[in-house]
C-alpha cells in the first residue's frame, strides 16, 4: 500500500499539509507525535521533561519501524527530527515509500515558530535570538538527512493546501 511521508524542519508545515493531502489522495492521515502521544498517554514536552530526549528518540524510532512495515497506507508526517535520528532517513528508502521534505528558509521557520515556540520542547525556553540562532545551525545540520527524501518542495509563501495540491501534482 502507498505510504507517502513528508519531513522537514518543525514549522514547515508538516501536519497540516499532510492533513490536506490525506483527504485529496482519499488514504488515512498519520502524524507520527500524536501517534506517540497516544501510545504513552501523554504529550511530546511532558515526555521530553520527564524521561528526556534519548528516550524519545528511541520511542519515535520503534514507532515509525512499525508503522513502515505494517501494510498500511497513509499519508504520515514525521516529527522535524525524526530523519536525523537512529538511522530513521533510512526507512525513506523502503518500498512503497515516497517521501517529501517541505524546505523552508530560516527566516520564515522564525516567524512562524515565534508565536508557538511554547508547544515546541527544544525553543521554548529561548529567546527570540538565541531561536534564530538554533533554527540556522540546527537546519544546517539537519539538511543532510532531509535530503534523503525523494522530493523536495520549497514552502515559503505558500499555504498548506497549495503545497498539497503540489505534491499531489508529482504523485499522480
Ligand atoms: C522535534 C520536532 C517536533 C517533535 C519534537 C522534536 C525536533 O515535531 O517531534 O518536539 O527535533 O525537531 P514537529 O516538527 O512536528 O514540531
Known sequence: MKKIILLGYMGSGKSTTAEWL?????????DLDQVIEKKTGTSISNLFQTKGEIF???????????LITN???FVLSLGGGTPCYANNHEFL???D??????KTSIDELHARLL??????P???QMD???MKEFIAISLFERSYFYHHATHTIVTDGKSPETVALEIRKILV
Open 22 to 30: 490525506s483527504h485529496q489522495m482519499n488514504l488515512q492521515w498519520l
Open 56 to 66: 524519545f528518540r528511541k520511542l519515535e524510532h520503534e514507532t515509525l519501524r512499525a
Open 71 to 73: 501494510d498500511e497506507g
Open 93 to 95: 528508502k523502503s518500498n
Open 97 to 102: 515509500v515516497v517521501s517529501f521534505y517541505l
Open 115 to 120: 508565536p508557538e515556540k511554547q508547544t515546541r
Open 122 to 124: 527544544l525553543i521554548a
Open 128 to 130: 527570540d535570538a538565541q
